[in-house]
């Protein structure tokens, strides 16, 4: 079967466009395909910085003829009727059409409309056009003399040329031939820029490859990653050293090169008093290089990167090198700049004054001094919710209330115990300076450093372990990969930094809608539910989120949490409309505990068949509570005369008086012990004993026992909300 080979070559494409690019672009040729009536093997994209490429196996020779059958009006039909048909199905009069007949609709007119298959050559040309003009790029320009015309092309570079081939392996493949603004599709293109930039000619995908390989342009962009990833790796290895892996460094540059060339540049060895990340921050943003340190150590950086060229040049790339190596110096010139301004004192300290004392800064200390710019400077952090100091100072005092809840005790940090009074000092301390590196000039430059700058700079001030930890941490996690703070300290300033957040844009409206979520507020929830249940933290949050609502958008990402950890989510569901997990619904640690063993249970045939009389039980009390059939207040022992309801009504006691005792610990797994117990009597008394007695108050006596099964299992879960 034919292949297909496409290629549109262009001015350099943004590395960060690339990949996507090439998908859109299989995309929207295949679909266009398949409209068509044409199938397909197998399709692959390819993309270099110049050019994307799309190829296609197997596609049909030609679309499949089809025959439509359009019914039309009744023979008798008014004339107009009969002309509309005429002119929808492309008749050129009413003798082309066929006539049936149907017992109850009589005689009317039928249409068979015959379109015959296409060569698919001919379709491509047809749909390409459409898909270069239209195609979704983030960002186009126009350009040249027919950029001033209306409806000219829009490429996200200008567009070069377009190399379009079709046929099977055994025989020589066909130009498909259409032309988009002035641009012919071919069978030629060309390789890379500098080293081979004349046309050569392609036949199909193999010879189009092999062609861009000796025109020094390496097609598939995993094997460039993999190149750039070997050649640096051996080339660090050769000097003792180990490349910093950067795995989106690596894709970006493997974006800005057709063909790789690995070279190693160096720096002075008196910017490595610089941080690690702000040298391998300032070296990838500006230069696009990667760090190395040496093997084996201790994770200290060395004074040589790696560059990646698209150029072989002459001289080993010895030039190249030392002007990477020029730019490099300039921008960690700039870093050390930033690193030591933020250590000395700012100018006009008085001024500082109010703010210091306002939060109990100590201005002889840089960073407090960036504090109380922070505040002084009224930075807006929102302008329906204050400034960046106000909310610093909701953090603070929220910080020292989770404090004394969650940890009334005192805490243990870094192996050394600490008073509750002691613990709530040093969260304290670290609310207050936790946002105080946003006005260091390291953050203004790189403002992914904020919180990494702000736990160096507290380093050298001599702030506690567990302060410093905590301005970095106190952002985190950032996402569901990222890691959790354990440091008690950094716990309570993250929490209190995610639910002042979220408390404020929920006391404002600002509540994430569909999939807009501009503030983050569905990562800040879910980071309150990993620090909880990460760190094993028995805290009501309820008591720190005065919105209902709120409580209700955090249970639905705490089934997000635990359906991604493998838990079901209609037992979220069922532990939640429990009696007494509705109380406590706000405890998240107690809601995941209840539904782990909920989970465990119902996995044994106990669980299973307590679920299955469970269900009978509160099916038969809904039927006769919806028809007003009278249930017991209470079960009376008088009126049980079968053994089997005897049996029961013991049982439930037990189990009650067992629930009530596991409960009362949190001993959620003898509690579901507590109701397996159930399980027998429950089975035979369904068996044995007839609920709906003729005598009433007998009925109404068994009624009342279902009612205190149902009740006792919703004291851990509403099995009715139970799937399955």
Not at 417 to 443: N, Y
Not at 519 to 544: H, P
């Amino acid at each position: 079967m034919p292949d297909l080979l496409l290629e549109l070559r262009s001015e350099e494409i943004p590395a960060r466009m690339q990949r996507k690019a090439a998908g859109d672009l299989r995309k929207l040729v295949t679909d266009a395909l398949v409209e068509a009536g044409l199938t397909y093997e197998g399709a692959r994209e390819y993309w270099t910085p110049r050019r994307l490429t799309l190829d296609v196996r197997g596609v049909d020779a030609r679309s499949r003829d089809v025959v439509d059958e359009r019914k039309g009006p009744r023979t008798d039909a008014p004339e107009k009727a009969i002309q509309g048909f005429l002119r929808g199905a492309g008749l050129a009069s009413i003798d082309e059409a066929t006539i049936q007949s149907d017992p109850k609709k009589g005689d009317f007119y039928v249409a068979t409309i015959r379109k015959p298959g296409r060569p698919a050559e001919e379709i491509i040309a047809e749909v390409m056009p459409g898909i270069v003009r239209g195609f979704p790029w983030p960002k186009s320009m126009r350009w040249g003399p027919a950029s001033r015309a209306p409806g000219s092309l829009r490429w996200v570079r200008p567009l070069q040329s377009i190399l379009c081939t079709f046929g099977p392996e055994t025989e020589e493949p066909v130009v498909v031939d259409f032309e988009v603004d002035g641009i012919r599709a071919g069978n030629v293109t060309r390789g890379h820029r500098f080293h081979a930039a004349d046309e050569f000619r392609v036949r199909r995908f193999d010879d189009y490859v092999a062609g861009l390989e000796k025109a020094f342009v390496v097609l598939d962009a995993e094997r460039r990653k993999d190149m750039i990833r070997h050649d640096a790796e051996n080339l660090a290895f050769a000097r003792g050293l180990e490349v910093v892996p950067d795995e989106a460094l690596l894709e970006e540059v493997s974006g800005l090169v057709e063909w790789p060339v690995t070279l190693m540049g160096e720096f002075e060895e008196t910017f490595l008093q610089i941080p690690p990340e702000v040298i391998q921050l300032t070296i990838k943003v500006n230069q696009k290089c990667f760090v190395t340190r040496r093997q084996g150590g201790d994770g200290t950086l060395s004074n040589q990167f790696v560059l990646v060229s698209n150029i072989a040049a002459s001289d080993g790339g010895a030039e190249i090198a030392r002007g990477n190596g020029k730019v490099v110096r300039a921008r960690l010139s700039d870093a050390l700049y930033f690193w030591q301004t933020d250590q000395a004192d700012l100018p006009g300290r008085d001024a500082l004054a109010p703010a210091a004392e306002k939060f109990g800064l100590d201005l002889t200390k840089p960073l407090d001094q960036r504090m109380a710019k922070l505040d002084a400077l009224g930075v807006t952090f929102h302008a329906r919710l204050g400034t960046q100091g106000e909310r610093v100072g909701r953090i603070a005092a929220l910080a020292q209330e989770i404090a004394a809840t969650v940890y009334p005790e005192g805490a243990t940090l870094g192996g050394t115990a600490v008073s509750a009074d002691e613990l709530k000092t040093l969260v304290k301390r670290a609310a207050v300076l936790a946002k105080a590196d946003l006005t260091t000039e390291a953050v203004g430059e790189f403002p992914e450093l904020q919180g990494l700058m702000g736990r160096y700079y507290a380093a050298l001030q001599g702030e506690h372990p567990s302060v410093q930890a905590a301005l970095e941490e106190h952002y985190k996690p950032l996402g569901p990969t990222d890691s959790v703070p354990t440091d008690p300290v950094a716990i309570c300033v993250a929490l209190a930094d995610k639910l002042d957040m979220l408390v404020g844009f929920w006391a404002i409206d600002e509540k994430p809608t569909g999939s807009k979520d501009p503030y983050a507020l569905r990562r800040a929830a879910l980071g309150v539910i990993r620090l909880v249940l990460d760190n094993d933290l028995v805290m009501a949050l309820g008591g720190f989120m005065p919105a209902s609502d709120l409580l209700a958008f955090f249970h639905d990402r705490l089934k997000v949490q635990l359906r991604e950890s493998g838990a079901r989510h209609d037992l979220v569901d069922a532990v939640l409309s429990g009696g007494s997990g509705g109380d406590r619904g706000d405890d998240l640690l107690d809601v995941t505990r209840r539904v782990t063993a909920l989970g465990a249970f119902l996995d044994t045939e106990d669980g299973q068949n307590l679920l299955a009389g469970t269900r009978r039980a509160a099916n038969i009390l809904a039927a006769e509570e919806k028809k007003g059939t009278r249930v017991a207040d209470a079960v009376s022992l008088d009126l049980l005369s079968e053994h089997e309801e005897k049996v029961l009504a013991g049982a439930i006691d037990r189990a009650e008086m067992e629930l009530d005792a596991a409960l009362a610990v949190e001993n959620y797994a003898h509690a579901m012990t507590a109701l397996a117990e159930l399980r027998i009597p429950v089975d035979a008394f369904f068996e044995t004993v007839l609920v709906n007695a003729e005598d009433e108050a007998v009925r109404a006596n068994r009624l009342a026992l279902l009612d205190r099964i149902r009740a006792a299992t919703r004291r851990v879960a509403d099995f009715s909300r139970i799937s399955g």
